[in-house]
């Protein structure tokens, strides 16, 4: 259309490999390793869920795909969806980005940098008044609400984030992991605390917790997908947005994987076992108190980029899908001073407090990771639909396609149905709420249908 503003295509692949880093690398592989030990109950069973998922996610990252390079507009499944299934499936897609995809993130990465943040004053100040007052719930939910506030009003304000900004941001994450990888292996060699026979020992494991345990994995996994939301944006997205996807999916689960057995040759099993800081827990046995201090402030530094990444891009989707005439329409006002989606960052932020006041760590995660497990679900569906069915009106012709279809796509949705099943059966009261928060776009996107009308 003439006077269309379009996307421009600027960005590389190593910028789309580094968005899925920056996606991925957070508050999960920092606070769920303890949390699925506890459920699982040996380590080595415990690695095994991070290297299946995270094979699962790689399969998820082949079949995207080939439907990134099919569409290669922003939108990632929204877009897929909208065009194979229609408008109510696609808009429940954007529904649970509203009320899920960024929200719950976001209160969990603050959920944890508060319990990172009790483990550093236990370590310079224990015992006193502040170090109490921090480690008491009141005290935690009260810290990550106001980290929430702050970088609300920091978005609001609008700071400027180009693609040099995100990268220099992400280099510096990978390079304190790396330093923290490296250091750990370094003390480990000398004498590991824990014996590599005890960690690579199967011993007795709960097989009923798996369920649940993979499913917190699912969490640290969330955002394999992230480089096909910026498809619209990279150069040559035909070629690069499966690059990207299946680069920054591989290299993320070689980290995880790493990360895991650092954990567990560090600290004995029975210590680690429900544990939220595991890398807080990793600093003291392997460097003694002062050193840990220092990898502590780090974690919690990689924790506040994770809750402001998540504040900026999240209020961005609603906007788009707005202006776009996808989505309420007050989500797309913007601030006549600041020039920011000022409303959709509000309402984000609204939610995230919600789920602070409400929940706890680990109960986001099991309302965030069953939430998020079902519209990959659809999209899997929707890239066999159009294997099968518009595959000769469609123009594929020389573009990637998923291989082993459709053995890739079939064996995640197999996954993904086994995680939602065993989430049900172990926590039914959060996953029971996860799927009505789901149903209520329904009535939602009616009562869009008739605003839009008018």
Same mark, same amino acid.
Request: aromatic share 14%; proline share 4%.
């Given at each position: 259309?003439?006077?269309?503003?379009?996307?421009?295509?600027?960005?590389?692949?190593?910028?789309?490999?580094?968005?899925?880093?920056?996606?991925?690398?957070?508050?999960?592989?920092?606070?769920?390793?303890?949390?699925?030990?506890?459920?699982?109950?040996?380590?080595?069973?415990?690695?095994?869920?991070?290297?299946?998922?995270?094979?699962?996610?790689?399969?998820?990252?082949?079949?995207?795909?080939?439907?990134?390079?099919?569409?290669?507009?922003?939108?990632?499944?929204?877009?897929?969806?909208?065009?194979?299934?229609?408008?109510?499936?696609?808009?429940?897609?954007?529904?649970?980005?509203?009320?899920?995809?960024?929200?719950?993130?976001?209160?969990?990465?603050?959920?944890?940098?508060?319990?990172?943040?009790?483990?550093?004053?236990?370590?310079?100040?224990?015992?006193?008044?502040?170090?109490?007052?921090?480690?008491?719930?009141?005290?935690?939910?009260?810290?990550?609400?106001?980290?929430?506030?702050?970088?609300?009003?920091?978005?609001?304000?609008?700071?400027?984030?180009?693609?040099?900004?995100?990268?220099?941001?992400?280099?510096?994450?990978?390079?304190?992991?790396?330093?923290?990888?490296?250091?750990?292996?370094?003390?480990?060699?000398?004498?590991?605390?824990?014996?590599?026979?005890?960690?690579?020992?199967?011993?007795?494991?709960?097989?009923?917790?798996?369920?649940?345990?993979?499913?917190?994995?699912?969490?640290?996994?969330?955002?394999?997908?992230?480089?096909?939301?910026?498809?619209?944006?990279?150069?040559?997205?035909?070629?690069?947005?499966?690059?990207?996807?299946?680069?920054?999916?591989?290299?993320?689960?070689?980290?995880?994987?790493?990360?895991?057995?650092?954990?567990?040759?560090?600290?004995?099993?029975?210590?680690?076992?429900?544990?939220?800081?595991?890398?807080?827990?990793?600093?003291?046995?392997?460097?003694?108190?002062?050193?840990?201090?220092?990898?502590?402030?780090?974690?919690?530094?990689?924790?506040?980029?994770?809750?402001?990444? #998540?504040?900026?891009?999240?209020?961005?989707?609603?906007?788009?899908?707005?202006?776009?005439?996808?989505?309420?329409?007050?989500?797309?006002?913007?601030?006549?001073?600041?020039?920011?989606?000022?409303?959709?960052?509000?309402?984000?932020?609204?939610?995230?407090?919600?789920?602070?006041?409400?929940?706890?760590?680990?109960?986001?995660?099991?309302?965030?990771?069953?939430?998020?497990?079902?519209?990959?679900?659809?999209?899997?569906?929707?890239?066999?639909?159009?294997?099968?069915?518009?595959?000769?009106?469609?123009?594929?012709?020389?573009?990637?396609?998923?291989?082993?279809?459709?053995?890739?796509?079939?064996?995640?949705?197999?996954?993904?149905?086994?995680?939602?099943?065993?989430?049900?059966? #172990?926590?039914?009261?959060?996953?029971?709420?996860?799927?009505?928060?789901?149903?209520?776009?329904?009535?939602?996107?009616?009562?869009?249908?008739?605003?839009?009308?008018?």
């Amino acid at each position: 259309m003439e006077g269309e503003i379009h996307l421009s295509r600027k960005l590389g692949v190593w910028t789309a490999v580094f968005a899925v880093f920056a996606s991925m690398i957070g508050s999960g592989i920092f606070g769920t390793s303890g949390l699925v030990l506890g459920l699982v109950k040996s380590p080595l069973v415990t690695i095994y869920l991070w290297i299946f998922y995270g094979l699962t996610a790689l399969a998820g990252a082949l079949c995207y795909a080939e439907l990134a390079a099919m569409m290669p507009h922003a939108g990632g499944e929204y877009v897929y969806i909208r065009r194979i299934f229609g408008e109510l499936p696609s808009f429940l897609t954007g529904w649970v980005s509203f009320v899920v995809g960024f929200a719950a993130p976001a209160a969990a990465s603050a959920f944890l940098a508060a319990d990172y943040l009790k483990e550093l004053f236990i370590l310079v100040l224990p015992g006193s008044e502040i170090t109490t007052f921090i480690s008491g719930n009141v005290g935690q939910k009260g810290f990550s609400i106001l980290l929430i506030v702050i970088f609300s009003v920091i978005h609001i304000v609008g700071v400027e984030k180009g693609s040099f900004i995100q990268n220099i941001l992400t280099g510096v994450k990978l390079s304190i992991i790396s330093i923290f990888i490296i250091a750990g292996f370094v003390s480990i060699s000398s004498g590991s605390p824990v014996p590599v026979s005890e960690v690579l020992k199967v011993g007795e494991f709960d097989w009923k917790g798996t369920g649940l345990g993979m499913l917190l994995v699912l969490y640290a996994y969330s955002g394999w997908n992230g480089a096909s939301y910026l498809a619209g944006e990279i150069k040559d997205p035909e070629k690069n947005v499966p690059r990207a996807l299946f680069w920054g999916t591989l290299l993320t689960m070689l980290i995880y994987i790493i990360m895991n057995l650092l954990y567990f040759l560090a600290i004995p099993a029975a210590e680690l076992m429900g544990k939220d800081t595991p890398a807080s827990l990793t600093a003291v046995h392997l460097f003694g108190k002062g050193v840990s201090v220092l990898f502590n402030i780090a974690f919690c530094f990689i924790l506040l980029s994770s809750i402001s990444a #998540q504040i900026m891009i999240g209020p961005r989707v609603y906007y788009a899908m707005a202006k776009d005439k996808n989505f309420f329409h007050y989500a797309g006002k913007i601030h006549k001073r600041f020039h920011t989606p000022a409303t959709s960052i509000v309402l984000q932020s609204t939610l995230s407090i919600v789920y602070i006041l409400t929940g706890t760590f680990f109960t986001v995660l099991i309302y965030m990771g069953f939430a998020l497990s079902i519209f990959p679900i659809v999209t899997m569906l929707a890239l066999i639909k159009t294997r099968y069915q518009n595959g000769k009106n469609m123009n594929t012709k020389g573009l990637y396609q998923t291989p082993f279809f459709p053995a890739l796509p079939v064996f995640f949705i197999a996954v993904s149905i086994y995680l939602i099943v065993f989430s049900f059966i #172990q926590n039914w009261q959060s996953c029971l709420t996860a799927l009505g928060a789901v149903c209520m776009g329904i009535p939602a996107y009616y009562l869009w249908q008739s605003l839009r009308k008018e």
